[in-house]
């Protein structure tokens, strides 16, 4: 086994047949999507959901305003959700983690009703238990204050789940030199933990932003909501099938700049990290450019 890489001591790799399989349900899977896609795109076509009159509409400024609008709205929601569910989720994973009781148990209670909650019902219960007591909330803090407890409630597991993963010298070193448990968890385990679990934190905002939909439940005006307007037009045939098509092609647009983003995110601290984990040579190598260090 030694001298062996790594990857063919973990799994067998494939000999020529299995290569030749593989290769063959790839033809395979990728032949029945591409069919798949045209059946859809042929259905479409005889329906008349791509005639002219149908898409004319797109081209109008009051339509893309009304579109723009929907959009600015929706990111508008996702953009408080977001930070208020990561301050939620740091908040209550450093609960989770304390050593009191007082704090570890409430912060627990708490984590664990909200995650089970379904989201739409937390929604529903900021618009309709204030309005029914008289104190109404508009329709955009009571989506907001729904997708923070949710999603902040899951973020609260994903960081106590990355802080827990990181090495255990960590804080012992950190407690060696006299740090307190709140210091060890904010200076040294919660950046750490961010750094590696940003990849699921992302995900979870991009969860969070397509949650927003779940607003026009409420009336509130995001994209989808604008949408369903734009879609119910008889003057362009109730176009709702490609108002919808466009709305989707906006939502994965925005959830592939937040991935690319946080890919380039994750590069950049991850580079930075080895460029500052990189012992500095000794002086009297650095001196002397043609000296090999032993």
């Not at 709205?73 to 009191?100: E, N, Q, Y």
Request: hydrophobic residues 50%; charged residues 15%.
């Amino acid at each position: 086994m030694e001298g062996e890489p790594v990857s063919a001591v973990l799994y067998d790799v494939p000999g020529p047949r299995a290569r030749l399989r593989n290769r063959l349900i790839s033809i395979v899977a990728t032949l029945l999507i591409l069919g798949l896609v045209a059946y859809v795109l042929r259905r479409f076509e005889a329906t008349g959901q791509f005639e002219a009159v149908k898409w004319r509409q797109f081209r109008l400024p009051s339509i893309q305003r009304e579109l723009f609008a929907g959009l600015r709205a929706t990111l508008k929601a996702a953009g408080l959700a977001a930070v208020l569910a990561l301050v939620f989720g740091a908040v209550f994973a450093a609960a989770r983690l304390s050593d009191h009781r007082f704090l570890r148990w409430p912060g627990s209670a708490v984590v664990e009703l909200f995650r089970a909650i379904p989201l739409l019902i937390l929604i529903f219960y900021w618009y309709y238990v204030p309005l029914q007591y008289g104190e109404p909330l508009s329709t955009l803090w009571a989506l907001v204050l729904g997708l923070t407890l949710y999603n902040g409630s899951v973020l609260a597991e994903i960081f106590r789940a990355g802080m827990l993963s990181v090495a255990k010298g960590q804080s012992e070193a950190a407690y060696a030199i006299g740090m307190r448990k709140s210091q060890v968890m904010t200076l040294i385990l919660m950046p750490q933990a961010v750094r590696s679990m940003l990849p699921t934190i992302i995900s979870q905002l991009v969860v969070l932003l397509k949650d927003t939909a779940l607003g026009f439940i409420i009336t509130y005006p995001e994209l989808l909501d604008a949408g369903k307007r734009i879609g119910g037009r008889l003057t362009y045939g109730f176009p709702y099938l490609p108002t919808y098509m466009v709305i989707a092609a906006i939502y994965i647009s925005i959830c592939l700049l937040l991935s690319s983003a946080a890919n380039a995110l994750e590069r950049r601290t991850r580079r930075s990290h080895k460029t500052t984990a990189a012992p500095a040579p000794p002086p009297e190598l650095a001196a002397q450019p043609g000296t090999v260090p032993p």
